[in-house]
């Protein structure tokens, strides 16, 4: 079974994250951060994982700590899950329309770390949460993930849609990356030979 189970414990923040890749969609997202408690939720539901995540963290402040090491933590989990990523498809894309908007994810499991962020979101905040972290999140899971992933806005002006079709796709495209090549189920997907 490919799970995972992080636990991080800094002076800021204390995370509990609980990963299934092969689950069915089912979550229970306690973060402190409630924007992000559902973009989680659809991020879960939209790739088929099972997902919980518990985090106290000193939002007294503000979110930054919180959503940034909820992104770490995932990052972690899905490395630690995906182990030596044998047969797995190793990548995935996904364009996905949120009424007026349109986002694009592609992600590719190779090893390396980085993230083209390309999101265009034109207000500060949703609510009370800051926009700004949406890049944060996905910058600390593809360092722990160990993976590439670009993000952008093909059009669409309302920063609420822009994000939630964000979590969304790219929660579509890890599933397509992750998901087993019954083809090639005993390879590493690289000529490499490891990822």
């Given at each position: 079974m490919r799970t995972a189970t992080v636990n991080r414990k800094t002076a800021e923040t204390d995370i509990a994250l609980t990963l299934n890749l092969d689950g069915?969609?089912?979550?229970?997202?306690?973060?402190g951060v409630g924007f992000l408690d559902h973009m989680l939720t659809l991020f879960?539901?939209?790739?088929?994982?099972?997902?919980?995540?518990?985090?106290?963290?000193?939002?007294?402040?503000?979110?930054?700590?919180?959503?940034?090491?909820?992104?770490?933590?995932?990052?972690?989990?899905?490395?630690?899950?995906?182990?030596?990523?044998r047969g797995i498809h190793?990548?995935?894309d996904t364009v996905l329309p949120m009424d007026e908007t349109l986002v694009l994810s592609a992600v590719d499991f190779s090893g390396r770390d980085f993230l083209g962020f390309d999101l265009q979101i034109p207000t500060e905040k949703v609510g009370a949460f800051d926009t700004e972290l949406v890049e944060e999140f996905w910058l600390g899971f593809v360092r722990q993930a160990n993976c590439a992933l670009h993000l952008r806005t093909l059009c669409g002006k309302n920063s609420h849609h822009?994000?939630?079709?964000?979590?969304?796709?790219?929660?579509?495209?890890?599933?397509?990356?992750?998901?087993?090549?019954?083809?090639?189920?005993?390879?590493?997907?690289s000529t490499k030979g490891v990822l």
């Open positions: 069915s969609g089912k979550s229970d997202i306690d973060t879960a539901s939209h790739g088929r994982f099972d997902l919980t995540v518990k985090c106290n963290g000193d939002t007294f402040v503000d979110d930054h700590h919180s959503v940034e090491d909820i992104g770490i933590s995932l990052g972690k989990a899905f490395f630690e899950a995906l182990g030596d990523k190793r990548y995935g822009i994000i939630e079709g964000a979590f969304k796709s790219v929660g579509r495209s890890l599933r397509q990356a992750v998901a087993i090549d019954a083809e090639f189920k005993d390879e590493i997907p």
